[in-house]
């Protein structure tokens, strides 16, 4: 089995960037690459997580869910949307079903990393299946 690949990107502009640094920690530790995108537009996700060839997208959202559903549309029309995503930070607690409805894992503030390091294996090992024609 290959090292699987994460993008992690910010959303938002907002200053706040310890959670990200400690997630992506998290996921070098259990394994992942790791690739910090910093603030990217979602078209910048979209061509970054393409051309790095990622297995997983994890997204820090700074409140604003319609970015994260244009990830995933952009996604979607690129061809991507067999990739994950992840998503964790300040993320409305009525806008958590929204995002799971669309497939997205989610992760707000005070999840543990534990868990959020098995989800992230979770995904990717689904990928896997789904990708190899198995799953």
């Known amino acids: 089995m290959t090292t699987k690949r994460i993008l992690i990107a910010k959303t938002s502009l907002d200053g706040h960037w310890r959670g990200v640094a400690v997630v992506a920690r998290a996921l070098r530790d259990a394994g992942f690459e790791v690739i910090l995108g910093g603030m990217l537009r979602p078209s910048e996700v979209v061509s970054t997580a393409e051309s790095e060839d990622v297995d997983l997208i994890g997204l820090h959202v700074g409140g604003r869910i319609e970015i994260v559903e244009r990830i995933l549309d952009e996604l979607a029309a690129a061809g991507l949307s067999d990739v994950p ?12 079903p929204r995002l799971e409805a669309r497939g997205v894992s989610v992760h707000p503030p005070g999840s543990s990393l534990n ?21």
């Open 85 to 96: 995503v992840l998503a964790g930070g300040t993320i409305p607690p009525q806008a958590v």
């Open 115 to 135: 868990d959020i390091a098995a989800a992230a294996l979770r995904l990717t090992k689904l990928d896997e299946r789904t990708r190899s024609g198995t799953g």
